[in-house]
C-alpha cells in the first residue's frame, strides 16, 4: 500500500530555531507538493516541484522559508529562524503531475513554536 | 479566477439521517473538481472525483455527488451517515489543461455526526 510518508509527525520548538520537515512521495510520482494547515487560514499552498524542479513557491514567505528536492524520495521543508506564527500543521502531498489526478497526502507534521 | 466555496463551515446531523454538503465553483472554463475527506489528525484523502461524463459521480463510503454545471455546483450527499463519517470535506477544483499545482481548496465544512 504505497504511501506519503512525512518526519517527524510532531515538533515542539523554540521561536529563532530551525525546522526542517521531511517528506517521502509516492514512488513514481513526479510532483509533490507543500500545504500549510491551520484554523485561520485552512488549507494553503506553500510550493510545489515537477521532476524535482520547483515550479511554484509563491505561497512561501522567501525570507525563512525555503524548499528542495535533493532526490526523486525525498523533498524538505525548512524554516530557519521559526517564529509562533509559523505554528501549524504541515502537509506533503504527491501526485502524477495532470491537473486531473488525485493528489495523495501524507499525515502532516504538527509543528508548535513556542 | 477561480474559486471554490463551500456554504456551510460546520454541518452537524444525527446518526443515519441523510447528509449534504454544499460546494459551488466559479470558472469561465471546464473544470475538473474533487470532494476530498480529512479524519482526525490524519491527511487528506480522496472519496470522488469528477473528470467528464456523467454528472453523478459515486466515492468512497457510500458517498456521492452531482456536477451541476447551470448552477456551478458539486455537493457532496450521503443517504444515511454513520459516526465514522464525522470529519472535515474540502471540495477543490481546477481547469483543463490546467496544472495539478492550480488545485483550489474550499475553506472545508465540518461534518459532525451525533448517535
Known amino acids: 500500500d504505497a504511501r506519503v510518508t512525512q518526519t517527524p509527525r510532531h515538533k515542539v520548538t523554540e521561536m529563532g530555531q530551525e525546522v526542517t520537515m521531511r517528506c517521502q512521495p509516492i514512488?513514481?510520482?513526479?510532483?509533490v507538493f507543500w500545504y500549510r494547515q491551520t484554523m485561520m487560514q485552512g488549507l494553503e499552498l506553500l510550493a510545489y516541484?515537477?521532476?524535482?524542479?520547483?515550479?511554484?513557491d509563491s505561497g512561501m514567505p522567501k525570507d525563512r522559508f525555503s524548499a528542495e528536492m535533493p532526490d526523486a524520495t525525498l523533498a524538505t521543508l525548512k524554516i530557519q529562524p521559526s517564529e509562533p506564527r509559523d505554528s501549524a500543521v504541515y502537509f506533503c502531498?504527491?501526485?502524477?503531475?495532470?491537473?486531473?489526478?488525485?493528489?495523495?497526502f501524507g499525515p502532516g507534521t504538527r509543528l508548535l513554536v513556542l | 479566477a477561480q474559486s471554490v466555496t463551500q456554504l456551510d463551515s460546520q454541518v452537524p446531523v444525527f446518526e443515519e439521517a441523510p447528509v449534504e454538503l454544499r460546494c459551488n465553483y466559479s470558472?469561465?472554463?471546464?473544470?475538473?473538481l474533487f470532494w476530498y475527506v480529512q479524519y482526525p489528525n490524519q491527511g487528506l484523502q480522496l472519496l470522488l472525483k469528477?473528470?467528464?461524463?456523467?454528472?453523478l459521480v459515486k466515492g468512497i463510503n457510500g458517498f456521492e455527488a452531482e456536477f451541476n454545471k447551470s448552477q456551478t455546483s458539486f455537493h457532496l450527499r450521503k443517504p444515511s451517515v454513520h459516526i465514522s463519517d464525522t470529519a472535515e470535506y474540502f471540495c477543490?477544483?481546477?481547469?483543463?489543461?490546467?496544472?495539478?499545482?492550480?488545485?483550489?481548496f474550499g475553506k472545508g465544512t465540518k461534518l459532525s455526526v451525533k448517535p
Open positions: 502531498a504527491s501526485g502524477l503531475g495532470l491537473a486531473s489526478e488525485t493528489q495523495y
Open positions: 514512488l513514481g510520482h513526479n510532483t
Open positions: 516541484f515537477r521532476n524535482r524542479a520547483p515550479l511554484d
Open positions: 470558472s469561465s472554463v471546464s473544470v475538473y
Open positions: 469528477y473528470l467528464s461524463g456523467s454528472t
Open positions: 477543490a477544483g481546477t481547469t483543463y489543461g490546467g496544472s495539478q499545482g492550480n488545485l483550489i
